[in-house]
């Protein structure tokens, strides 16, 4: 089984999901992500100038959305701020389980999440114990709906403590849950001082999903400072990352599962795809 390349479902500005779909399609992809979600309704999406998905919505819709262009929906996004104090306008565990919900119901096997950067004071004085706590307490009810519904939850490389192999470990350890896994993200890991072939080492096991990201050397003087990027305009390849090896990493482990670009612009993504799939993938 070769690995599977998807693209990111943000790629046309202002524009709404099924835009974003239709682009996917014409680039010649078969697998995307549901990148952006919310609760409730969106004024964007009623003016058709966001691609974001309510986490309300009927789940169908979205699986009709994605079949109807031929594209299989790898994985919903959750982005949450687990560090930050739980309140209703903050995307978290409310949220997490909503996005559990939706990908149950419709055949999609991975939720992507991650612990962000914290806002407020009371985020930035958490010691790294309490980071972690704070992390796992917010995942908790999660990751036991998740286990019930037979979906699991993906930690991306998204902020301090997801980026260090060693406070992985720690969030794994202190979850202890079998629905826990990994969505390895080579920008985001690399740009916060990660080093990807060695979570690939550590993790092997539980890397379930990649989001594909190159940076170029403009970026070497935020390594470690940095957590975190949407989005790159460098075609994989054609920056610092060492993507190749990346890629023969994961191969040589057994991965053969599903990947997204997180790319911008239509060249970048296109070379991008060809980039891997000159690799061997699909």
């Known amino acids: ?61 979205l ?13 919903v996004c959750a982005h949450a701020n687990l560090l930050d104090p739980a309140a209703p306008w903050r995307y978290g565990t409310s949220q997490i389980m909503k996005a559990i919900k939706i990908a149950a119901a419709i055949g999609v096997k991975h939720i992507v999440t991650s612990e962000g950067d914290p806002t407020t004071e009371f985020g930035h004085s958490l010691s790294d114990s309490e980071a972690i706590f704070s992390i796992a307490e917010k995942l908790n009810e999660p990751l036991r709906m998740a286990t019930d519904y037979g979906v699991k939850i993906l930690i991306e490389p998204h902020g301090r403590y997801s980026d260090s192999v060693l406070h992985l470990e720690k969030i794994f350890d202190r979850c202890n849950s079998d629905a826990l896994g990994v969505n390895l993200d080579t920008g985001n890991l690399w740009l916060g001082g990660g080093e990807p072939l060695e979570m690939i080492d550590k993790f092997s096991d539980k890397i379930e999903h990649v989001h594909w990201k190159d940076l170029s050397e403009e970026f070497l003087e ?35 599962g599903y990947t997204t670009l997180e790319i911008a612009g239509k060249e970048a993504v296109k070379g991008s795809y060809k980039f891997l799939k000159d690799l061997g993938a699909e």
Not at 47 to 57: I, K, N, P, R, V
Not at 63 to 75: A, C, L, N, P
Not at 225 to 236: D, P
Not at 239 to 251: D, F, P, Q, S, T
């Open 222 to 256: 935020q390594r470690g400072k940095v957590f975190g990027c949407g989005m790159s305009l460098t075609t994989l390849g054609q920056g610092v990352i060492g993507i190749e090896e990346v890629y023969n990493k994961l191969a040589a482990v057994g991965f053969d």
């Open 1 to 61: 089984m070769a690995i599977k390349v998807g693209c990111f479902a943000l790629i046309n500005p202002f524009s709404t999901l099924d835009v974003q779909l239709d682009t996917i399609k014409e680039w010649g992809f078969k697998y995307a992500d549901l990148t952006d979600s919310s609760d409730g309704a969106c004024l964007g999406n009623e003016y058709g100038f966001t691609a974001l998905a309510s986490l309300d919505a009927n789940p169908f819709d």
């Open 63 to 75: 699986k009709r959305m994605f079949e109807d262009r031929g594209i299989t929906m790898t994985s």
